[in-house]
């Protein structure tokens, strides 16, 4: 699967990444930031700026919120922090001038938990840029396999228990596929667009199919 590894440089999924990442950049770049911009990425990593090329100057300050502290390299630009995406209540209002979000929102296992983590993003942010995978694409992306949404969840947890699928190796056990299987939940462009009434949409297709969902809201 090295070829749908999103880490690896020049795989295909490397490569989405990176488009994706241009159209966020472009945004990113359009205001006049007084000062540093500050930057919060909710679940993201100092390797994947590295890997997008993301320019390490002192223009932009990164903040990694993670469940865990991560040590990172470049401790001008990067800091990473311990926190829950769904409850950023140490965060001042409008802290932020940017929350940036890559794949993390369909992770939180309900409804909910994506509900919460929607209203911090817009609470700690002056602006957002939040992506998630379309539940309606044929091939689910962590899995990758053809419709695997779409299944009965026993079915799921079956698949999960018993075979190496996508970027998961086989779960060590039935309670570690079940959790593996609650964790994603996958969203639609409609209820993405619920979550952020004030965001616009970025649809980022693949043979004529959209393949995700990204909702932004930068400031003049």
Known sequence: MNVLDPARNGSLSHSWRKKRFGFFLEQLLRPKWKGICQILDVGGTEEYWESMDFPPDNSFHITLLNLEISPVKNTTCFTSVKGDACDLSSIADKQFDVVFSNSVIEHLFTKEAQQRMAQEVRRVGKNFYVQTPNYFFPMEP????????????SVRVMLTLNFDMGHYKKAASREHAVRRVSEVRLMTESEMCELFPDGKVYRETLLGLKKSVSLYHFEP
């Open 142 to 153: 962590h899995w990758v396999f053809p419709f695997f949404q779409f299944l009965p969840f």
